[in-house]
């Protein structure tokens, strides 16, 4: 069936510096790509979303892109922040959403 | 306020005694679904529904009924539920499938003994 891989499954950057998500998906009709942060105990939040016809789209400290041909997705967060540490899933929609499993990502002050 | 709503929140029960957890939205969204969640693999989709009395099956339906009786509300069934089936469980919803953002609710932690 369709999946979505996530890499890495963990991250652990300084406060104020990068950290990149990778994904991949293997339907070739996806044209959704959300990213949810999930914070401990809590919901799935949309943190921001790209559609299959744009490249890249950037949020304050907050970026994505896309490579449709390579099935490719990224999430950049600049100037990392300690409110920054969390779960983040990527997710690829068509007629279904699929998630990743998921990158937990903690920021040391 | 706009909102998914989730009842129970927490649930501790036995295996076979059927369950219900209720979900409901007030925001005239077309599109429900329900998730599971469980370490290491992140949400799995379980049935989703594109408007009143149309339901379909996601990734991980199997032990699990819905019903769409009203657009705002998607409670999901157990009829006879197993330990396998202990879980965190988010309701979701958006206006269309079709590329629009999910509000989930709160989430329900479910134990089944």
């Not at chain 1, 990068?18 to 293997?26: E, L, Q």
């Not at chain 1, 070739?28 to 890249?56: C, H, M, T």
């Not at chain 2, 396998?84 to 999910?102: K, P, R, V």
């Given at each position: ?20 998500i ?6 070739s ?8 942060k999930q ?12 559609r ?11 970026a994505?892109?896309l490579?449709?041909?390579?099935k490719?997705?990224?999430?950049h967060?600049t100037?990392?922040q300690p ?7 990527c997710a ?10 998921g990158t937990s990502l903690?920021?040391?002050? | ?16 005694k059927k369950?219900?957890v ?11 679904s329900w998730?599971?969640?469980d370490?290491?693999l ?7 529904s594109?408007?009143?009395e ?10 699990y009924?819905?019903s769409?009786?009203?657009?705002r509300?998607f409670?999901?069934?157990l009829?006879?539920p197993s ?22 609710g709160?989430?329900t932690?479910?134990?089944?003994l």
């Amino acid at each position: 069936g369709e999946n979505v891989e996530q890499h890495p499954s963990t991250l652990s950057v300084q406060e104020g510096d990068s950290a990149v998500i990778k994904c991949t998906y293997s339907d070739s009709a996806s044209n959704y790509f959300p990213w949810y942060k999930q914070e401990l105990g809590k919901r799935p939040q949309l943190i921001i979303d790209i559609r299959s016809n744009v490249g890249e789209k950037k949020d304050q400290r907050i970026a994505v892109t896309l490579n449709k041909t390579a099935k490719h997705f990224s999430l950049h967060i600049t100037e990392t922040q300690p409110e920054d540490s969390a779960v983040y899933f990527c997710a690829s929609l068509y007629d279904k959403v699929i998630f990743g499993p998921g990158t937990s990502l903690s920021v040391i002050p | 306020e706009a909102q998914v709503t989730q009842n129970p929140r927490y649930l501790i029960t036995v295996t076979g005694k059927k369950l219900t957890v209720t979900c409901s939205q007030n925001m005239n969204h077309e599109y429900m679904s329900w998730y599971r969640q469980d370490p290491g693999l992140g949400l799995r989709q379980i049935y989703y529904s594109m408007n009143v009395e149309v339901t379909d099956k996601g990734d991980v339906p199997e032990g699990y009924k819905v019903s769409r009786k009203e657009k705002r509300n998607f409670p999901l069934i157990l009829e006879s539920p197993s330990p396998n089936q202990t879980s965190l469980y988010f309701c979701a919803s958006s206006l269309s499938t079709w590329g629009e953002t999910q509000y989930f609710g709160p989430g329900t932690r479910l134990l089944v003994l």
